[in-house]
């Protein structure tokens, strides 16, 4: 279930990715860079209507933020599930083994 949920959360990055980059940024229109005006009316552009690009943007957006939370609540009731890893004491020496030789002290001039 969280492989397939992770697999929609990457389809839905990349989708996002392409449908940003394919819209046209707000003014980049050869004129507008040059100050010309003469395009369409501003009731007919700009955010009048949502074309389908932005709608499927949202859409990807919209589902892309679920994907987020799923895929962070599956995680962490696996994480409440999963029983606590059991804690290995570390091996101790005994006291009768001989310990490493102390360093000896660099030469002085």
């Known amino acids: 279930m969280l492989g397939l949920i992770i697999a929609l959360h990457v389809f839905l990055c990349i989708l996002i990715i392409i449908a940003v980059l394919l819209q046209q940024g707000q003014g980049s229109d050869l ?3 040059f100050g010309g005006g003469g395009g369409a009316s501003p009731i007919m552009s700009g955010r009048a209507a949502m074309s389908l690009l932005n709608k499927i943007t949202v859409a990807c957006f919209v589902l892309f933020i679920g994907t987020s939370l799923a895929i962070s609540i599956l995680q962490r009731r696996r994480a409440e599930v999963r029983p606590p890893i059991p ?14 030789p102390p360093a000896a002290p660099a030469p002085q001039k």
């Open 31 to 33: 004129a507008s860079i």
């Open 87 to 100: 804690s290995v004491p570390a091996p101790t020496m005994p006291s009768g083994a001989p310990s490493a």
